[in-house]
Every structure is written in structure tokens, then in C-alpha cells.
């Protein structure tokens, strides 16, 4: 007795093993920082300036030698003249002296000998007499040279991913470019003779595409260039043609579909006469009937049809194979939850399972929605997965838990 | 003695009630389908058609009637005659009587009498007679209709942030457009004599404009269309000019630099100019010196120039505005996770207060890390914040406090 099937499964590690050998790292490109917001830094980055570089006011007020305001109170003011007004974006002309002060605005340059800063809120102004009624000490509000960044310091590493935070810190270095890793060109299609586009009369036997929507979305909120290429029938010529013609473009080709065991399975025959298939199958559940495959040097990735199927693979798949190729790691947010339920698990299998999170007293709890694997509904209605390595058979009911956000 | 300063402060749901009082909400516009990720719904959204619409097979098989299954095992197989083969997207022709039945590939409409699907792997064929192994039970790998999505049912409702998984569920009802809201037009410019642009050769007593970069960026993270006006001098000139020119354009003008209390505080009086000052000074930390203005109709919102200020302002006062503008909510992501220090805030101000996530031993621990609000370095180096209400004084070394992730 023969059973038709799946050959033996790749495991995930496996299946990166064999597509890192396949897939390009991409190049990197110069862009204005205007532009830079998540994309891969290309590059070590170390500070060419101290920040600040120069000793300035943290508040608007007097810049005084803090020693003058020794002993004054709300009872007991005390006086210090003022021999300049000085505000910020300009430097002091003059220094001071005992008994003497500077007028100040916040971010202004202190002159040599202040070694503090009165808030204006204490103070009173006769003409160039100023009455305080509060004592400082050294280093009140003064802001040190280098105190937020120092010159030649390391600011951010190659492979980090941009976000406002650090572009403000490249700002502040004055940097107006950077070099960034290029976003991966990636061509996708949704194939299947049952799939049909949202434009058109839904008839009875017909499903509407999912995939295009959830695949093209998710790869374009990580930054790739996608060229949807929509939906292509379930034919071996139509198949063919659609990777034949797009692989030239493209730094890898994403399809979902047809990549089970039924009659309409050309997604493999295709990619064979094209090129080679490396795998047909992965331990991974749901998302099992995955194709790896060459075609003229070129990552050719198909994924199965059914919705869940193909977005978890995106999350234990493509996106990791993505930030590979550019240099950096695919790192989900992760929240520390209880388990609602217990889990069986699949040894041998890495299980991607959806959940919701739900707030019980003052726990954080993950409840699992996976509802099967046709069911796009599951994925709408969790926050994250838990990803469930191949080696574990059971998660225990209340056992903390990390779940990866979306 | 009169003491200068600012006057009551407001608190930040008086500065909400005031600002919804000017702010317009944003109009709603019908947008393809494939440009909605992140987009704001603008209606509540029913279910057209039950997912999946028709009885459908989930395994590549046979549809049979279960009960002709029943004492069929590995060695004791039992036989059926084959009648049609159906694939995906294709009716069946025929229906199935008693020792028959119909081949069948994944997604492919049942017969009406069969009740069940044979997994292709427990099967072999010779020409029209199936031979095989396994028992199925009424509805194994069968999947009903209305199971994923029943149609009338709300799916999602006005206010919600669309994200992939959402726009699959809406694809598989065959939307191709949605009525989403407008998002924000915003003019941005940061003022400041001591502030120059990131293309300006850097000079003593001059810093780098930051502001520019980090709140830009954040806006365009959250789907608001920005006007960079770029680095405005702090002039009340030029600063009544860039707020004149642009407030006809935008929704709301947002600035950041120079609403402190010093002598170069020309943003109040560009606002009293040409309209009011509703608010100067709130009760937050940082972040105390935002004017809130009504010029011609619509927000002026001025942040201070101290990038932590500004950006701390941006999560508890900008974001909410802009999310509630488009009638929606902004929402944190938020992570549970342990205090590693005694937190002293003060009562009646709203404290901003950044950390850093660290994982001790099977703890989430919450590392505060700001280190004065002119420090762009302590937003860099955090994870996301803490939101200290104001009327509490302390949190406690180990208490369990909600991060918001930025």
C-alpha cells in the first residue's frame, strides 16, 4: 500500500538554512533622513558631537555663581546686578564676577564663570537689579556638555531598525542622510481556481481573495516594495508565466496557494520547470504545504492557501527571511501573559497559535481563538500568537506564557 | 513681589475639553480597499455573505457518507466507487448515493448527501474504485457553511483601526472599498533663534533642530499628512507669518520651541495676534509649557522645545487629539511588567515618565530612564512609558505597573 503525501517535512530551521543559501542580502542606498523612519540602518553609527555642546541653561532665568545665592530665602531676598541679557542661539559677550549676573532663556549658552541658574519664577527685576528669594547650588539647572550624547560614543548598531526616538538623537548629531539598507522587491500572487477578486459576482463554488490583502498589507507595513500582481488561475500555464515573467524584477516571488496535495497543484510542477524545488513541506502547524524554491537564483516561496495558513507563515517565515536580507532580525513585541487553557501541542512541529489577550483582575490573560485554518476570523480577533517550539507537547493552564504581538 | 509665571495650569482633560471645543472632526472619504491599512473605519461594517458561503471540503480527499466509513482500518480496508472528481471552484455535478463517492480537493463544494471527507493519505485508487483505511465521523474535514463569518453579523465597527487581519475578514465579504476618515493635514514647524537645520554648519551656542524628525515622523507613523515648514526663527514676525500662511491649509498648526517663559517667547504673542491663547501651561510632566490657540477657527498647538517635552507631549496630548479628530481612539499597546525603583511624581500633574523593559530571570521589569527632558538619549533608550496620574504620589520598588509601548 502507497500512501500519496508530503515527504518528510523540513523544520523551520531547515527551511532557513536552505533559503539563506538561496536569497541575496540587498544593497544599500543613501537616503535623506526625511525618509529613513523603520527602515535598516546600514551601518555603525557613533557621535560626531557632544550633546550639548556647550554648557547651557535648563530654565529661563539669571545664570549666577551659585555661592551669591547662599542664604537667600522667601524672608530673606538677596540682590546680584545685571550686567547682560543673553538668550538662546546667541553667546554671552561678557563673563561674570561676584555679585554679578546674566540674564538667561532656556537652551542659552552660560557664560564661563556661572556655575548655576536661577528660575526666573524666584526672582524680581528693578532695571539691572534683581531681587531672589531662593538659594541654588553648583550644577542647578545647568546642562553639562556631553551630558546627553558624547562625541565618538556608539549611537546605533548596523541592522537597527529606525524609529522617531532614534532619528531624533541622529538630528541632534546633525546628520541630514544616512545609509540605509534597500527594502526587498518582492512580486506576489494569490493562485487557486476557487479565488476570485473582490470586483467580481461572487458564484457559488467561489471564494474571494484573502491573501492578497493580508500578505501585500503585512509586507508593506515592514517596508518592502510589493508588486501584486492579484490573482492567477489555478493552471500550470498561467503559473508558470506569472513567475517566468516577474522573477527578473523581484528579489524573491511570494504565492499563496495550490501548494497542497489536490489535483490543482501546479504550483510545484511550475516551479520544477522553471527551476528546482528544495522543499515541499515544513513542521510548522497551520502552514505546513510550503514550497521552497530556486528559479534562476531566485527565492520562489509558496505558501498554502488557506488565510490562516499563509499569515502565520508570514510571521514564522517570510517576514524573518525579509529582515535577514537586510541585514538585521524580525523581532515581535512580546507580552508575558497566563494561559487561559491548557494546549496540546504536535512534537515535532512548530505551532503558531492565536491569541487574545483579556484583562482578568490583574492578570493578563492569552486566550487561544485559532478556530481552524480556513478561518480569517481567528486572526482578526487575536492580538498576538504564542509560537510553540517542536520540542514541546504541552503548555500547562495558568503557565506564563510570551506572546508576540502583531 | 509679583512672581512672573505661568498661571493656573490646566489639567489634561480640561486641555482635551477645550481643544475637542475648536478642533473640527475629519470628513470621511470612500477609499480602495488596498490603500486602507491603518485607516480609521468610519461606519460600522455588517457581514453581506456567510464565510464560506457553500459546504466546502478543508482536505484534499474524498466526500463520502460517513457512515459507508464506519469498521474501515489499516488492516481491514473497506472500498467505495468514485463517481466525479470536483476541484476547487467547481460545483459537482452529480450527488452521492450509499458505496459512492465523489473525489474532492481542498475548498471545493461538497455533494449534498456526503457529510464527510476522506483524507486523500488513508486512500489509494484503481480507476473508479477507492480503497481505504481510516473511519470518518459526520462532518470531519467538512466546513460548514457560515462557520468562519455568518452573514448580519457585525464585523467591525466605525472607529476601528484597520490592520491586515481585518482588511482579510473584509476581503472575504468582497470589499473593495471602505468609507474611512479623512486623515489630519497638519502644518509642523519648530522655532527657536538657537535652533538649526540638520543641513547648517553647526556654530557655538546653535543646537541642532530635533523636534522636526521626531514628531513629523510620529504623525506620518499615525497616517497624518504633514506639512514640514522646517525651522521657523524664533521672530514674532516670522513666526505670526508661518502660522498665517498655513492655518487656511491645515487642520491644525502644531509648533514646538519657545513657549517657556523667557524674553524670545514670541509664540503666545504670534497667538494672541491673530486669534487667542486658550491655555498656556499644563499640568503635565514633562511637558508643562503648551499653548493651546485658536486662530481663524482652528488649533494652534504649541509644544515646548525640549525634545522629551515635545515628544512625551505628542503621546499624551497630540496623539489622543488626532485619533479623536477622526473619531476614533488612540490606544497604546500596553505591557505588564514589574517596577525596578521607587517612583516619587508629583500630585496634580500628570507624569510622563519613559522605561526600559528588561527581562530578570522570569520577571518583565520596568527601568525608568529619563534623565531631564533636554535628553533625547532617555526617549532613544526607551521602550515606552508610564503614565503616572495626578493624584498619585509614589509608585513602589516592585509594583506591577502597565508600560505603554511606543
Given at each position: 500500500m502507497t500512501k500519496q503525501g508530503f515527504g518528510k517535512l523540513a523544520s523551520l530551521k531547515e527551511a532557513f538554512e536552505i533559503i539563506f543559501r538561496i536569497v541575496k542580502k540587498t544593497g544599500i542606498e543613501k537616503a535623506d533622513i526625511e525618509s529613513t523612519n523603520q527602515r535598516v540602518l546600514a551601518e555603525d553609527i557613533f557621535a560626531?558631537?557632544?550633546?550639548?555642546h556647550f554648557r547651557k541653561s535648563a530654565m529661563d532665568g539669571f545664570a549666577v555663581i551659585?555661592?551669591?545665592?547662599?542664604?537667600?530665602s522667601n524672608t530673606s531676598p538677596k540682590e546680584l546686578r545685571i550686567i547682560e541679557s543673553v538668550t538662546a542661539g546667541v553667546m554671552p559677550e561678557k563673563d561674570i564676577k561676584k555679585g554679578e549676573c546674566i540674564e538667561i532663556t532656556t537652551g542659552a549658552p552660560l557664560p564661563k564663570s556661572a556655575n548655576a541658574v536661577l528660575m526666573v519664577e524666584y526672582t524680581e527685576k528693578e532695571d539691572n537689579k534683581l531681587i531672589f528669594y531662593k538659594t541654588v547650588a553648583p550644577g542647578d539647572n545647568v546642562i553639562e556638555i556631553g551630558s546627553d550624547v558624547k562625541s565618538g560614543q556608539l549611537l546605533f548598531e548596523k541592522g537597527a531598525i529606525l524609529n522617531p526616538r532614534y532619528l531624533g538623537v541622529l538630528s541632534s548629531q546633525g546628520f541630514s542622510s544616512l545609509n540605509v539598507k534597500k527594502t526587498p522587491n518582492i512580486a506576489y500572487f494569490s493562485s487557486g481556481n476557487e479565488i476570485i477578486d473582490s470586483h467580481t459576482k461572487l458564484v457559488e463554488g467561489k471564494v474571494y481573495d484573502i491573501n492578497t490583502r493580508t500578505i501585500v498589507d503585512t509586507l508593506r507595513e515592514h517596508g518592502c516594495k510589493v508588486l501584486n500582481l492579484g490573482v492567477v488561475g489555478d493552471d500550470l500555464e498561467q503559473i508558470t508565466q506569472a513567475i517566468n515573467k516577474n522573477i527578473n524584477n523581484a528579489d524573491l516571488i511570494l504565492l499563496s496557494g495550490g501548494s497542497s496535495l489536490g489535483g490543482e497543484d501546479f504550483m510545484v510542477e511550475a516551479v520544477k520547470q522553471l527551476g528546482k524545488v528544495l522543499v515541499h513541506g515544513i513542521a510548522v502547524k497551520p502552514g505546513k504545504p510550503v514550497i521552497i524554491g530556486e528559479v534562476k537564483g531566485k527565492l520562489v516561496l509558496g505558501l498554502p492557501g488557506y488565510p490562516t495558513s499563509a499569515l502565520s507563515n508570514m510571521y514564522t517565515l517570510v517576514l524573518p527571511v525579509i529582515y535577514k536580507m537586510m541585514d538585521s532580525e524580525f523581532k515581535t513585541r512580546q507580552v508575558r501573559a497566563k494561559l487561559s487553557r491548557k494546549i496540546v501541542s504536535t512534537i515535532g512541529r512548530y505551532e503558531f497559535l492565536p491569541v487574545k489577550l483579556e484583562k482578568h483582575q490583574k492578570e493578563l490573560l492569552a486566550v487561544p481563538v485559532l478556530k481552524?485554518?480556513?478561518?480569517?476570523t481567528s486572526m482578526a480577533e487575536s492580538d498576538g500568537y504564542i509560537g510553540i517550539d517542536e520540542n514541546t507537547e504541552v503548555l500547562n493552564k495558568d503557565e506564563y506564557i510570551e506572546v508576540n504581538l502583531y
Open positions: 560626531k558631537i557632544d550633546v550639548p551659585a555661592e551669591d545665592t547662599f542664604g537667600a481552524g485554518s480556513s478561518a480569517i
